[in-house]
């Protein structure tokens, strides 16, 4: 190889080096995006923003609540919970209010340590005013949803903690 090929071959190697090291920096940061509408309330869009426009795993754990832990039926014995940058941006919350364009997003797992579903809540501007504007939603892995919107089931027993926005995991207002 003569002196300037050598250089350009360096000159890329570094480029590569340089990208490579950016891109695995790039994945852990929580790409940020404006709330969803009412346009959006829907579980393409929402699985898009969760999934496809970015992965929901560049997310924080619920604050003092990381990593797999144990959980309740119907969800499963094991989960993990992500927040978006939304919701951590308005804690705590003397109202007990997650903010408008809130997602949380829970990793249902079995015994064995497997997600087997996805549920999640997102937070729309004049979705369900009566029951804190969420958007509920189950979703196998491949993003196909089996219950979504104002879903019964979920409000009703998640409403035991109507005081705390239908959050159950975690206190709203805890410092
Ligand atoms: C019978 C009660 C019950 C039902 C029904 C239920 N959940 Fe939950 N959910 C819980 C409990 C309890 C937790 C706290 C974590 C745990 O113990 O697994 C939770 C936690 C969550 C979380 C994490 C945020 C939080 O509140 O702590 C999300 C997101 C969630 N559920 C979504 C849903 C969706 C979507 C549905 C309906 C498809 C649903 N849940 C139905 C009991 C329920």
Redesign the pocket.
């Known amino acids: 190889m003569n002196k300037p090929s050598f250089h350009r071959a360096l000159t890329a190697l570094c480029l590569l080096v340089a990208l490579l090291a950016f891109g695995s920096c790039a994945k852990k940061t929580e790409a940020r995006f404006p709330p969803l509408t009412l346009s959006d309330a829907n579980t393409e869009a929402l699985w898009q923003r969760i999934k496809v426009d970015a992965s929901y795993d560049t997310w924080s754990f ?1 604050p003092g609540h990381d990593g797999e ?8 014995p094991y ?1 993990r ?1 992500y927040v978006n940058a939304d919701l951590i941006a308005g804690l705590p919350s003397p109202t007990r209010t997650a903010p408008e364009g809130s997602i ?3 990793e249902n797992m079995n015994a064995d340590r497997q997600v087997t579903a996805i ?3 997102a937070k729309i501007k004049g979705f369900n005013p009566e029951n804190g504007d969420w958007f ?3 979703y196998d892995l491949e993003g196909k949803s089996n ?1 979504s919107g104002k ?1 019964n ?2 409000i ?3 409403a035991g ?1 109507r005081d705390n926005d ?5 206190a709203l207002d805890a410092q």
């Open positions: 619920w832990r144990e959980g309740q039926a119907p969800h499963g989960h919970i949380i997003v829970k549920t999640l809540m509920w939603a189950r219950a879903v089931g979920c009703n027993c998640h903690m239908f959050v159950i995991v975690r």
